[in-house]
T-cell receptor, first 115, second 115 residues
């Protein structure tokens, strides 16, 4: 079974609108971390935001926020006020305490921001 | 200097060639990783080095041979590759400690084409 599921292969959003990218995960560990990365066409993976499983508040970093619903095992990324430069692939990833340094990535969502 | 630098950015090789990918991190991190990114597949972890010792080898064929001479440098030696090995190879580093919060910092990747 896939550990990280991203059900939206592609998404479109109008410039200046907000968009939510879905991520669900599967783990039996109590301690884990969730990460979102952005990959522009240049190829580099850029870290966006982190949420720990014990964090009580949703993480926020500038225009990025993470809607963490632990019981549902979901960690959706919300991008507010979309910009043309936000067009990229977005990957959700998880790291479990019992799997050491193995970061598991989802298949990604391609976001296209329309002018 | 950027955090994680990969060379070459593009490589075309025949199935009988021997080549190497190089990664250098300037972040003072203690762990380095090789990931493979193929079209329409999630990122696959290949190798992890922590404090210059290999701690993860994700069932990678022996035609891929990693080398970590020190905590700042990581190589991936390639020998008798197959066309299905064509992919983007991403190097990453992280600072490992007691928590899960150490995110991965990626290089821009080396795009490999095997003819």
């Amino acid at each position: 079974a896939q550990k990280i599921t991203q059900t939206q292969p592609g998404m479109f959003v109008q410039e200046k609108e907000a968009v939510t990218l879905d991520c669900t995960y599967d783990t039996s560990d109590q301690s884990y971390g969730l990460f979102w990365y952005k990959q522009p066409s240049s190829g580099e993976m850029i870290f966006l935001i982190y949420q720990g499983s014990y964090d009580e508040q949703n993480a926020t970093e500038g225009r990025y926020s993470l809607n963490f619903q632990k019981a549902r095992k979901s960690a959706n990324l919300v991008i507010s006020a979309s910009q043309l430069g936000d067009s990229a692939m977005y990957f959700c990833a998880m790291r479990e305490i019992n799997y050491g340094q193995n970061f598991v990535f989802g298949p990604g969502t391609r976001l296209s921001v329309l002018p | 200097e950027t955090g994680v630098t990969q060379t070459p950015r593009h490589l075309v090789m025949g199935m009988t060639n021997k080549k190497s990918l190089k990664c250098e991190q300037h972040l003072g991190h203690n762990a380095m990783y090789w990931y493979k990114q193929s079209a329409k597949k999630p990122l696959e972890l290949m190798f992890v080095y922590s404090l210059e010792e290999r701690v993860e080898n994700n069932s990678v064929p022996s035609r891929f041979s990693p080398e970590c001479p020190n905590s700042s440098h990581l190589f991936l030696h390639l020998h008798t590759l197959q066309p299905e090995d064509s992919a983007l190879y991403l190097c990453a580093s992280s600072q490992e400690g007691a928590s899960l919060t150490g995110e991965l910092f990626f290089g821009e990747g080396s795009r490999l084409t095997v003819l």
